[in-house]
Nanobody
Framework: VQLQASGGGLVQAGGSLRLSCAAS????????MGWYRQAPGKEREMVATISSSGATNYANSVRDRFAISRDSAKNTAYLQMNSLKFEDAAVYYC??????????????????WGQGTLVTVSS
């Protein structure tokens, strides 16, 4: 599975951005999708995830400001980011959790990462 993230950019504090993550390839193997971010000097952290059934999970720092959604027909996940703060500035990565079945019938779980998209928050 290949993931293409887009939508990052420069936004003023308090503003909004919408990130998109388009999946291609063996998209039937995708179970969950998610967004992660990494700020300079910090470790990558989970921002939001969405399962195949639509269940969502958010980092406490973005809850009530960000919303993750998924269009299965388009194999695309979105992250709507509102009320952006300086601390939201980071490189945002999308990820897809994959479940594939090997020839011997055993499951193989893996994660595919997209390239990052930079979000900059200005005053």
């Amino acid at each position: 599975v290949q993931l293409q993230a887009s939508g990052g950019g420069l936004v003023q504090a308090g503003g909004s951005l919408r990130l998109s993550c388009a999946a291609s390839g063996s998209t039937r193997s995708i179970t969950g999708m998610g967004w992660y971010r990494q700020a300079p000097g910090k470790e990558r952290e989970m921002v939001a995830t969405i399962s195949s059934s639509g269940a969502t999970n958010y980092a406490n720092s973005v809850r009530d400001r960000f919303a993750i959604s998924r269009d299965s027909a388009k194999n695309t996940a979105y992250l709507q980011m509102n009320s952006l703060k300086f601390e939201d500035a980071a490189v945002y990565y999308c990820a897809a959790d994959l479940l594939e079945w090997l020839d011997d019938g055993s499951p193989q779980v893996s994660r595919s990462w997209g390239q990052g998209t930079l979000v900059t928050v200005s005053s």
